[in-house]
């Protein structure tokens, strides 16, 4: 809420896809944070607007807390399949129905919510919807499109819907790949913070250079509204 | 059983991982084979072999069919996972706990019994255990040791239970890049029946050129006899 009293524009980018973006803004308002859902830039929203623009019917293979999200798409006569993180409806059947949509269609196309290989629960690391897709990708010899992070169009959706420039912008995140990365990718510049999913080794990474380090994200607020005035 | 009579060694070499080697040959035996379990290479028992050798401990994600084979494998205190075709037992909950086990070890060591795509059913297309080797790959960053065909190392295993040497054998299979490119590339000639698995685009395969095809199992006997009279 200090940035929303800047000038400054926010927008959150979450690869979140097992909660709507109505049952996350909830959830964050609750930790609090000042959002509304028309501030969210998540997979499953940006996943409509292109099935909307090819003509695209989904088979979806998600998991329920999302189905909302699609509430307004039609899904009979598939022509693509859809898979997100469905957790525990990654069941071999339904894993198996997913496989035989796309075997069934001349050009078969699968659509990723993010790429994830796994995340962290208390119960332990659970698989991501990645690993789900590079099953699919090499029993039906396809390539996924991934929708989300770090794919720089994710990046440049949010982008538009601020309406700022790459280079106006920059991105705060706890993923030195999916975040620093993908949004150094389009353009952007891009501070890690050293929490949540920071790992010491990753100011070291082989591949991405973070712009600057914050130790959370208030510290990345401060700086933000530092540059700001300046 | 013409071949039984002759002086030919025979042996067969399959991929199956759900079926143990003795419901297999129960199977084999009521379709009209002179078969029995000592004459059958399979992933399972290849992979007790390895698992023997170099001291590792699975833990198991495969199907209940084939848990007799491991029978004498210890299993406490995994420091290995081992895959098969394990149909409805890929649930997400045992998918998982078989990437947890990989996560938690120094040196994680994924084998998989063969690396199919899919296989048919009279159900319709089936993921096979390829799909599920990837996802684990993918999630751990790690790369499978592959058991089965069309690995050359278990071609071998074929040839030295036979005692004979490469050039000596002839490999007949349906699969041209599991059964015919595999073999091959031990060193043995291969022969393609056109049933099964065949496609007639086989014939025209950009990688692996059959050394002879025939339209059956019979008329190959009948042309290995041939030439062993000659």
Redesign the interface.
């Known amino acids: 809420s200090r940035l929303k009293r800047s000038q400054l524009k926010v927008r959150f980018c979450t690869n979140e896809s097992q909660v709507s973006r109505k049952d996350l803004v909830v959830l964050l308002r609750r930790k609090g944070f000042d959002i509304s859902e028309g501030e969210v830039t998540a997979p499953a929203p940006a996943t409509c607007l292109v099935l909307k623009e090819r003509g695209l019917r989904p088979h979806l293979l998600i998991h329920d807390g999302i189905r909302s999200e699609f509430d307004h798409i039609d899904t009979s006569n598939p022509n693509c399949v859809v898979i997100a993180d469905?957790?525990?409806?990654?069941?071999?059947?339904n894993?198996?129905k997913a496989?035989?949509v796309l075997?069934e269609l001349e050009n078969p196309v699968l659509i990723s919510l993010g790429k994830g290989?796994?995340y962290k629960q208390t119960s332990?690391?659970?698989?991501?919807v990645?690993?789900?897709m590079?099953?699919?990708?090499?029993?039906?010899?396809i390539e996924a499109q991934v929708v989300g992070k770090p794919a720089p169009e994710f990046f440049q959706s949010a982008l538009w819907e601020m309406g700022v420039e790459a280079h106006e912008a920059i991105m705060i995140g706890d993923d030195i790949v999916g975040d620093v990365g993908g949004a150094q990718q389009c353009g952007m510049r891009a501070l890690q913070v050293r929490t949540g999913k920071f790992r010491p080794s990753d100011e070291h990474h082989p591949e991405v250079k973070a712009d600057g380090y914050v130790d959370d994200l208030a510290e990345a607020v401060d700086l933000l509204l530092q540059h700001a005035h300046q």
């Open positions: 469905a957790g525990e409806s990654f069941s071999y059947r894993v198996n496989f035989q075997m290989r796994y332990g690391l659970m698989l991501d990645g690993a789900y590079k099953a699919l990708e090499y029993a039906c010899g």
